[in-house]
């Protein structure tokens, strides 16, 4: 026990300096005139992402199913800047619509240099897994397959403009955490499809970039609703996430942990002490509050 306190102690001594000495930063220039889609992007992270780019001058094309939501954040992007901003409504149960989604958005752009993958539905609930297959087929078609069919359609367009593929993961895609089993199946997916795809490019020599978002507990309204009374954990806000995460895609960073001192750790820790990390997590759960 003592060994393991004084490799966690050193560790962390270690990536502090590393995240100390590494923090670059990005300017306007380097994303105007850049042509980005984001999916899930008429709310929450997506929309705060879409803020983001459409500041630094972005071209943007929004997805998600509620029309007016996205009319009201395109017309906030080209109020805070953007080059130009348009929207195409989609359901990503549908494959056949996820591909139309990136043929339409690569026609409206010209081209893709950013395919932000964000979007977050199917039916499941946070509670204990009691066989329901129907919602696990959901939350792997739309977290999961259609991520992939996105990427396929776009997969060019992204090797021409040596583009860059944003994937929205969680601690939830690194660490079996509990009442989330259909969650955490398309985000470990997502996981595996992208760090084998990652190096399936860099050994081909293709430059396109692929940027996984790890992120703990964020305080969009969606998130707050489905767990703000089942586990104890303080969320992030979105504002400043979405900032992280355009940074590390423009860096063209593999990864990003944010908030990074509550998931680097945990990160780390999971494949030495996967039963000491899973104790740890466990008191912040409600119990009495989860079916
Ligand atoms: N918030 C957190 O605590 C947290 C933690 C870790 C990871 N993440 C990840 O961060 C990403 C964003 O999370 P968030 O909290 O910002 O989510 P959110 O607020 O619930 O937003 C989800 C977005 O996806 C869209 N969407 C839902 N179902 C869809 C469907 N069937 N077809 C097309 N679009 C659909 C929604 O728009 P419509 O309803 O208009 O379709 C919305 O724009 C997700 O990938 C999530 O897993 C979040
Ligand atoms: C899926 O989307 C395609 C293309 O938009 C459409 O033709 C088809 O009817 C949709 N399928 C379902 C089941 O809604
Ligand atoms: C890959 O593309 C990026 C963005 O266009 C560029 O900055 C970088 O120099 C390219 N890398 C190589 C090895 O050419
Ligand atoms: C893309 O990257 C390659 C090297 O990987 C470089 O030779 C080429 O000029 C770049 N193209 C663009 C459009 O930036």
New binding site residues.
């Given amino acids: 026990m003592v060994g393991v306190k004084i490799l966690i102690v050193s560790l962390l001594v270690g990536i502090s300096a590393y995240h100390f000495f590494s923090s670059e930063t990005i300017s306007y220039g380097m994303v105007y005139g850049k042509r980005v889609l984001v ?8 929309e705060q992402i879409a803020y983001q780019f459409a500041q630094m001058g972005a071209h943007l094309v929004l997805t ?3 029309e007016q ?1 996205l009319q009201e954040v395109t017309r906030k992007c080209l109020e805070l800047g953007a080059s130009s901003a348009d929207y195409v409504v ?4 549908n494959l056949t619509s996820a591909q139309e989604v990136a043929q339409i958005a690569t026609k409206k752009l010209g081209s893709l240099d950013y395919l932000v993958l ?4 199917g039916s499941g609930s946070f509670g204990t897994f009691q066989g329901d297959m129907d919602s696990l087929l959901s939350s792997m078609t ?1 977290n999961f397959l259609s991520y992939v069919q996105l990427t396929a359609t776009a997969l060019s367009a992204l090797k021409q403009s040596n583009g860059s593929i944003v994937i ?1 993961s ?1 601690l939830s895609g690194r660490f079996g955490a509990p009442f989330t089993t259909s969650y955490c199946a398309a985000k470990f997916a997502l996981e595996g499809f992208y760090s084998s795809l990652r190096r399936e490019c860099s050994l081909q020599k293709n430059n396109i970039s692929v940027t996984v978002a790890v ?4 305080d ?4 707050v609703k489905k767990v703000g009374d089942k586990v104890t954990m303080t ?1 992030s806000p ?1 504002e400043d996430c979405a900032k992280e995460v355009v940074k590390a895609a423009v860096l063209r960073q593999s990864e990003l942990f944010y908030p990074y001192w509550s998931i680097k750790p945990l990160v780390l820790l999971k494949d030495w002490a996967p039963e000491f990390m899973g104790s740890l997590l466990d008191k912040f759960y409600v119990l009495e509050n989860i079916k």
Wanted: no cysteine; net charge positive.
């Fill in positions: 999916t899930g992007s008429s709310t929450g992270i997506g998600a199913r509620r939501r989609s359901d990503m149960t964000n979007h977050i539905g739309v929205m969680s992120l703990g507990f964020i969009t309204e969606n998130a969320a979105k």
